[in-house]
Structure formats: C-alpha cells, structure tokens
C-alpha cells in the first residue's frame, strides 16, 4: 500500500517552514542565524527541532529505527497531527473502538473529522467483524492496547488480523504498554507500512507533567509527520530531562514491578469486597471495578478525599469506576475506605 493515496492531497507539495537549525544543523560555531540572545542561560538557543540525541536513545531502547520515531507535545499532539495528515476537514472519517479514551473524538472534532465508534464485546474483546467492517470508509482506525478504561490489552494476532483486513492507517496507542502481559507491536512495523505506534512519557516513565509522546511508524509517515508539525514542539527543558531519564531505565523499571504488585494485591482485595460487584483483570496501571451505584460510591470517596474516576455513562461501563494504582500507602487508604463503603 502507499501511504501517499491516503494523506491529503492538499497537502502533497506542501513546502515545510525551514528553520535555521534545520538549514545548519553543525554543533560548533558562532550562530548568528536564528535571532537569539547570544547570552547563555541554559535555554537561549532554539532546541533541535528533531530531537536526534534524543531519539538515538529512545532507538536503541525500543529497538526501532530513529528515522521511524516522531517526538510529540504528549501523545495528543501525535493523535492531532495524524488526524491533519490523512483526514480532509468536512469529509473524511476515522474510527475507533468503543469505549476508549476521548481524545479521538476531541482531536477528530475539532479537525472537522467524523468519529466512528465501534462498540466492544460485552467482555471488553475485540469484535473483528464489527471492527472490519465499521472502519471501512476510515482514513485511521485508533486501537488503544491496553485499552482505557476498560484495562485490557488485545492479543497481537487479532491486531495483525485488523492490519491484514484493512487499507487504512492503523494507530495502536500503548500508553500503558510498559504495564501489558502482551508484546508492543513495535515488532510488526517492518511487517505493516500502515501500522502506527503511538506510546508514552506520561505513565511509566512518570513525566505526565512534561508533555512527551512517541510516534513509532513507517519512514514514510514518519517523514510526513515531520513536515507538519510545529518547527519546535519539543522543547529544550523537556529534551534534556527526557535523555536524563533514559539514564535510569532501572529505576523505572523498579517502579513498574511495585505497580505490577500493587496491582494483583489491590485486585485480590477488592473482589473480597461484597459492595462491588465486579473486578475487570487488567493489563495497565489502573483497575476498573463495577458496584451497583457507581455514582454513589464516586461521591463518597470524593468525602473522604479519594479521588477516582467514575466512567459510568461510558459505552459498556454502567456503575463502573476506574481506580489508578498509587503508592502501598494511598491503595491502603483506598481499600480501607471501600471497605467502610455501605451502598
Ligand atoms: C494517558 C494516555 C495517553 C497519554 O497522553 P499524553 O498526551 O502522552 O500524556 C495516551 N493515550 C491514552 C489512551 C492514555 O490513557
């Protein structure tokens, strides 16, 4: 397939802004070609708009090519971009499976793009007759393994089987990846020109706060990609601590087996508890849990200062409430309160 019949025609001889740091892109000198401040405070100089330092160490971590890796403003700037890419305003459509996480419909909205929502199996399971079908008039189908808030990841074969039946964009968001039983499908890229991974600094890596999502794709969409998006988007602070975070991949892997631990006792814990209903397993770093007013239950953790989230009125997620795991102490705090809990 060519990724060229699916992105805008519109776009196809777009010329991208050229800044200077891309038309020089030597490290020694005196640079007087951007307009800065010659004074030096750390942050005066215009950061490199590909982030290649960067991007050679998310490289060799993932396993993947550095010309197949786009840094974005947060994985939303990466939804955005792809969305302005392949959809044409007023006329294209995307789709997504249902329910999962907002920013789809919210990017797609505010393209002008219609969603299309495709509604999961009772059990939280792909439906791939539905999906097949539904996405067929899609420019972009958006799958989230593990899905919020639903918790679970799908297998790789019923995604590759997604890839095989469809001529459209295929973007597998992995936020919560680092947290799965199930494999990324960073792997398959090599296999699916069509394939989009989309993957996070925001949840393991504990830098919600800095904005840094990753874009795994084909050479040709990632080189698409970086002719639209902002000259500067990822910015020198965040640059920097994102290369010193790299440094300690250990200790972040640390975090993750305490999440992972957190994670079975909390879920053991709560399916002692007669007030709720239903455990959903998950594959992330939050449990989804079913009680029979969710409403009522949300209102009195929020009386005691427990904040979760109440995803009643989502798709499939009647009285369900999504708790994130947090430290032993704040799941203590948690599991004693619901206990008290009389619905
Ligand atoms: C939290 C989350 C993200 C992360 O978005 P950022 O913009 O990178 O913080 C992406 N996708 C899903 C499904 C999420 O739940």
Redesign the pocket.
């Known amino acids: 397939m060519k990724i060229e019949t699916l992105i805008r025609p519109d776009l196809l001889d777009l010329k991208p802004y050229s800044s200077a740091r891309d038309e020089y892109t030597g490290k020694e000198g005196v640079f007087l070609d951007a307009n800065e401040n010659p004074f030096e405070n750390g942050v005066n100089r215009y950061p490199d708009p590909l982030q290649k330092e960067l991007k050679e160490k998310i490289s060799v971590l993932k396993k993947v090519n550095s010309s197949q890796i786009f840094l974005g403003n947060?994985?939303?700037?990466c939804i955005d971009l792809l969305i302005r890419l392949f959809c044409i305003p007023g006329k294209d459509k995307i789709a997504s499976i249902s329910p999962?996480?907002g920013?789809y419909k919210v990017s797609a909205k505010i393209n002008q793009v219609e969603l299309t929502e495709i509604l999961l199996n009772e059990d939280f399971s792909l439906n791939m007759d539905r999906l097949i079908d539904g996405a067929k008039n899609s420019k972009i189908i958006f799958i989230?393994s593990p899905n919020?808030p639903t918790g679970n990841a799908f297998s790789k074969s019923d995604i590759c089987t997604v890839l095989e039946n469809t001529d459209t964009l295929v973007v597998i968001?992995e936020?919560?990846i680092d947290f799965s039983s199930e494999e990324s499908m960073i792997s398959e890229l090599s296999n699916f020109p069509n394939l989009v991974v989309?993957q996070?600094?925001?949840?393991a890596y504990g830098l919600?706060g800095l904005?840094?999502?990753m874009m795994f794709g084909s050479e040709e969409v990632i080189s698409w990609i970086n002719k639209i998006k902002p000259p500067y988007n990822i910015n020198q602070l965040t640059q920097n601590t994102a290369l010193a975070k790299l440094t300690e991949v250990e200790k972040v892997n640390d975090q993750i087996k305490i999440i992972l631990a957190e994670r079975q006792r909390i879920s053991g814990e709560l399916q002692n508890i007669p007030s709720i209903d239903y455990v959903y397993p998950s594959d992330s770093n939050f449990i989804l849990i079913k009680v029979k007013d969710s409403n009522k239950l949300y209102n009195y953790l929020v009386l005691n200062k427990i904040i979760a989230r109440n995803r009643h009125g989502q798709p499939l997620c009647d009285n369900c409430i999504r708790i994130t795991i947090g430290t032993v102490e704040e799941n203590d705090v948690m599991l004693d309160k619901i206990k008290e809990f009389n619905d």
Not at 74 to 77: A, L, N, R, W
Not at 200 to 203: H, M, P
């Open positions: 947060g994985s939303d700037e999962s996480y920013m989230c919020n968001d936020a919560y989309l996070t600094f925001s949840k919600a904005r840094l999502g």
